[in-house]
């Protein structure tokens, strides 16, 4: 009898990444997102909340790296000086850096010290535990 498994490779089931058509999907809405960016603002912002809502409808995670990139409040993708406006500031000795929704006027500040390690727990070496191609 013929199953519909996957393929098998060296006797074990070929692994698969749970959810990967969504995050293809999550990624070219992110490429549509910041290419039509400085055409249409508004478009750009219904690509974002796209990518929010495959990302809650699947139950996945957003990359950091690219969920900083957006908006909080209206999901626009913040392009220097295209969309956005990007100011390092001081405050009592430490730096952060402050971004500015051009659109809806929303900041929002990220830590942004010399000596200080404020890389996030996924940037760090440790975090990855298998690679599946
Ligand atoms: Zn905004």
Known sequence: MA???PEKKDGNRLKKVH??????RMNYLYQISKHVA????VLSAYY???ITSVAK???LKIH???KRQFCKKCKCIAIHKVIATIRVKRKNKSKTIQWTCDICGTK???PANKNQD?????ERSEAVLEVIN
């Open 108 to 110: 929002r500040q990220f």
């Open 57 to 59: 409808k699947n139950v």
């Open 118 to 122: 404020h890389r996030l727990w996924l």
């Open 38 to 41: 400085d055409k249409n603002p």
């Open 3 to 5: 199953s519909q498994e």
């Open 64 to 66: 950091p790296d690219i």
């Open 19 to 24: 959810g990967n058509d969504s995050f293809q």
């Open 48 to 50: 974002g909340n796209l």
